[in-house]
Nanobody
């Protein structure tokens, strides 16, 4: 399974970006789809996740500003990011989790850099 992330870039504080992650197979095959990020000097953290059933969860620092969504027809996961802050600067990764005989199997995109700076 290949995950291709895109959409990162340089944006001013208060600006918006939309990240995309295209999967090489049907995203209906995955239990969850998620976005992670890793800021410089920090560990990778999950910031948003959407379940197979469509339930979305967010970490507190992005609630109300970020929206995770998916398009089954395009096999694509999105992250709409609004009101971006300098602390959102990080490399963003998409993740897809499926179960293989009840064992979790994770797939990762290659990462896309988001820089929030004036």
């Amino acid at each position: 399974v290949q995950l291709q992330a895109s959409g990162g870039g340089l944006v001013q504080p208060g600006g918006s970006l939309t990240l995309s992650c295209v999967a090489s197979r049907s995203i209906r095959d995955f239990v969850t789809l998620a976005w992670y990020r890793r800021a410089s000097g920090s560990q990778r953290e999950m910031i948003a996740r959407i379940t197979h059933g469509g339930k979305a969860d967010y970490i507190d620092s992005v609630k109300g500003r970020f929206t995770i969504s998916r398009d089954h027809a395009k096999n694509t996961l999105y992250l709409q990011m609004n009101d971006l802050k300098p602390e959102d600067t990080a490399v963003y990764y998409c993740n897809a989790l499926r179960l293989d005989d009840l064992y979790p199997v994770n797939y990762w995109g290659q990462g896309t850099q988001v820089t929030v700076s004036s």
